[in-house]
């Protein structure tokens, strides 16, 4: 009688509010430990000199990427009033990930009771995606965050017609499509499922003393609302597209196109071994739960469709990348994170109706615990070794007032560049095949070199930044006569960077 006594007050702390906002803060503090430094990967160098412009000079130049704009938008108005650093950059990034956790407690916990709503937040807070991508200054946090609001949405407009959710599922639907691609394509097909499920249900109109003929008015304006927000970017979207089907930079190979995707969610900096567990885990659960509880005549139909908003997307640029050009990558699958999470919440909180589920359960809730703390340990340890940041206090050594600082690799060298903005940045670039109108938002500071005289009657001090080759350094030496100062080879944690850092004066 006691145990009994014991497992019922320890099910009712469980459920309470308070437990579920101190496992909301607990995980917050858990995805924010590595966030607090200042190196970053090209793509972030990107985001990062881009919101350096404004408003019109982020959509002029953007225009020319391949991703929507509402992102830089939005971080552009946080930096305007927190500033640019980049610190403050990555902190926009997580803060979109507590929003995530806090989903669990606002939204999913009212629609599906407070063990659901408790393990959404558990699963998207420690989960080992969250610990990694959910801090770099890219869009992947927020349109993860949007593409999850627009399915909550899609649900309550079914289980409601209020007018407030109609709404709000419009403007989270277009705050995903213009966030990115993959946004735009996960939004699409909740937005298909939603009119099958409005044409097609008979469920719908017995629960509902509602006819398809509202659903169906509702769903049309919405769909309208959708369209005409979406007009004044699809011109640029064409062109993008056009650009990607001519060249794009994804390679195709079964580990990164296939297998990664599938797998991300579950990733961060684990290696394959323990991603495989978890991933394999994970889904042998998920589907396990399911089926039994159909047999058992539970209602899954809301984790069918979620399974099939992430699954429809997977295959879909599957398909695409092996019959068009390749433009899945694991990273994008980041998107529908919050879809994909709610099938093994709601499993985790609805079906341990008999002891081996519960076990089962306590197994999985560990096995991600135990494989996050390991993985944000890894995450922590490269972002905070004692040798990051060794490259720019170098050059900052070597630098003086006259000097310059040159790379010829733009994917090398240019995360550096934006760590320091105030210093005289050059990349030599005198190849006519290189379009560099994508990167124009690196200008300035940076200047670009365009021809092949230029170094002719410069003298001074040159800070050289190379790969252990030394291509750029020895092609150079052999045009000029060069007095070499120092040299240095530098290899960061982070990331695994490694440069050769050459001073000379001519």
């Given at each position: 009688?006691?145990?009994?006594?014991?497992?019922?007050?320890?099910?009712?702390?469980?459920?309470?509010?308070?437990?579920?906002?101190?496992?909301?803060?607990?995980?917050?503090?858990?995805?924010?430990?590595?966030?607090?430094?200042?190196?970053?990967?090209?793509?972030?160098?990107?985001?990062?000199?881009?919101?350096?412009?404004?408003?019109?000079?982020?959509?002029?130049?953007?225009?020319?990427?391949?991703?929507?704009?509402?992102?830089?938008?939005?971080?552009?108005?946080?930096t305007i009033f927190f500033g640019n650093s980049i610190l403050v950059c990555r902190l926009f990034s997580v803060l979109a990930g507590i929003f995530m956790g806090f989903l669990g407690y606002t939204h999913i916990r009212k629609d599906f009771g407070p063990k659901v709503g408790l393990?959404?937040?558990?699963?998207?807070?420690?989960?080992?995606?969250?610990?990694?991508?959910?801090?770099?200054?890219?869009?992947?946090?927020?349109?993860?965050?949007?593409?999850?609001?627009?399915?909550?949405?899609?649900?309550?407009?079914?289980?409601?017609?209020?007018?407030?959710?109609?709404?709000?599922?419009?403007?989270?639907?277009?705050?995903?499509?213009?966030?990115?691609?993959?946004?735009?394509?996960?939004?699409?097909?909740?937005?298909?499922?939603?009119?099958?499920?409005?044409?097609?249900?008979?469920?719908?109109?017995?629960?509902?003393?509602?006819?398809?003929?509202?659903?169906?008015?509702?769903?049309?304006?919405?769909?309208?609302?959708?369209?005409?927000?979406?007009?004044?970017?699809?011109?640029?979207?064409?062109?993008?597209?056009?650009?990607?089907?001519?060249?794009?930079?994804?390679?195709?190979?079964?580990?990164?196109?296939?297998?990664?995707?599938?797998?991300?969610?579950?990733?961060?900096?684990?290696?394959?071994?323990?991603?495989?567990?978890?991933?394999?885990?994970?889904?042998?659960?998920?589907?396990?739960?399911?089926?039994?509880?159909?047999?058992?005549?539970?209602?899954?139909?809301?984790?069918?469709?979620?399974?099939?908003?992430?699954?429809?997307?997977?295959?879909?640029?599957?398909?695409?990348?092996?019959?068009?050009?390749?433009?899945?990558?694991?990273?994008?699958?980041?998107?529908?994170?919050?879809?994909?999470?709610?099938?093994?919440?709601?499993?985790?909180?609805?079906?341990?109706?008999?002891?081996?589920?519960?076990?089962?359960?306590?197994?999985?809730?560990?096995?991600?615990?135990?494989?996050?703390?390991?993985?944000?340990?890894?995450?922590?340890?490269?972002?905070?070794?004692?040798?990051?940041?060794?490259?720019?206090?170098?050059?900052?050594?070597?630098?003086?007032?006259?000097?310059?600082?040159?790379?010829?690799?733009?994917?090398?060298?240019?995360?550096?560049?934006?760590?320091?903005?105030?210093?005289?940045?050059?990349?030599?670039?005198?190849?006519?095949?290189?379009?560099?109108?994508?990167?124009?938002?690196?200008?300035?500071?940076?200047?670009?070199?365009?021809?092949?005289?230029?170094?002719?009657?410069?003298?001074?001090?040159?800070?050289?930044?190379?790969?252990?080759?030394?291509?750029?350094?020895?092609?150079?030496?052999?045009?000029?006569?060069?007095?070499?100062?120092?040299?240095?080879?530098?290899?960061?944690?982070?990331?695994?960077?490694?440069?050769?850092?050459?001073?000379?004066?001519?």
């Amino acid at each position: 009688m006691a145990n009994k006594q014991e497992k019922m007050k320890l099910k009712t702390i469980i459920e309470t509010k308070w437990f579920h906002i101190a496992i909301i803060l607990l995980g917050s503090i858990f995805i924010l430990l590595g966030a607090f430094h200042t190196e970053v990967w090209f793509d972030e160098s990107y985001t990062i000199s881009l919101i350096r412009h404004n408003y019109s000079e982020i959509i002029s130049i953007d225009s020319s990427d391949v991703h929507p704009v509402l992102y830089y938008l939005l971080l552009k108005t946080f930096t305007i009033f927190f500033g640019n650093s980049i610190l403050v950059c990555r902190l926009f990034s997580v803060l979109a990930g507590i929003f995530m956790g806090f989903l669990g407690y606002t939204h999913i916990r009212k629609d599906f009771g407070p063990k659901v709503g408790l393990a959404f937040s558990f699963l998207t807070l420690f989960l080992p995606f969250m610990a990694m991508y959910g801090m770099e200054i890219r869009m992947y946090s927020w349109t993860m965050l949007f593409v999850t609001l627009t399915g909550i949405y899609a649900y309550r407009a079914i289980k409601n017609t209020k007018v407030k959710n109609w709404i709000l599922f419009s403007i989270f639907s277009l705050c995903s499509a213009h966030c990115h691609y993959y946004g735009l394509v996960s939004v699409a097909i909740i937005n298909l499922l939603l009119l099958l499920y409005i044409l097609f249900s008979k469920k719908l109109y017995n629960e509902n003393n509602i006819s398809k003929k509202k659903y169906l008015i509702y769903f049309i304006i919405t769909a309208v609302i959708q369209f005409l927000g979406y007009l004044p970017w699809i011109f640029i979207f064409l062109q993008q597209a056009r650009a990607v089907s001519q060249s794009y930079w994804i390679p195709f190979n079964i580990g990164d196109s296939v297998i990664a995707p599938l797998a991300v969610q579950f990733n961060g900096r684990l290696g394959i071994i323990s991603t495989a567990i978890l991933t394999i885990s994970m889904y042998i659960y998920l589907f396990y739960q399911i089926i039994r509880s159909k047999r058992d005549g539970k209602n899954v139909t809301i984790l069918w469709y979620c399974l099939l908003v992430h699954f429809i997307l997977y295959f879909s640029m599957l398909m695409v990348s092996i019959f068009i050009k390749p433009i899945i990558y694991y990273r994008y699958m980041l998107i529908t994170s919050g879809i994909i999470i709610f099938p093994f919440a709601y499993c985790l909180g609805n079906f341990n109706d008999k002891k081996h589920q519960k076990i089962i359960s306590s197994i999985i809730v560990m096995i991600v615990l135990v494989l996050s703390i390991y993985n944000n340990k890894i995450v922590i340890e490269e972002s905070y070794d004692n040798t990051n940041g060794e490259e720019i206090q170098y050059i900052k050594e070597q630098y003086n007032e006259k000097a310059i600082i040159l790379y010829q690799d733009f994917f090398h060298a240019t995360n550096i560049q934006v760590q320091m903005p105030e210093y005289s940045w050059y990349l030599y670039n005198i190849s006519s095949n290189h379009d560099l109108k994508p990167f124009e938002n690196f200008s300035p500071p940076l200047k670009i070199i365009f021809k092949e005289d230029f170094l002719d009657n410069y003298h001074g001090r040159i800070i050289l930044i190379d790969h252990d080759e030394l291509q750029f350094y020895n092609m150079l030496k052999e045009k000029y006569k060069f007095t070499e100062i120092a040299r240095k080879r530098i290899r960061i944690n982070y990331r695994g960077f490694t440069y050769q850092i050459i001073t000379v004066e001519k």
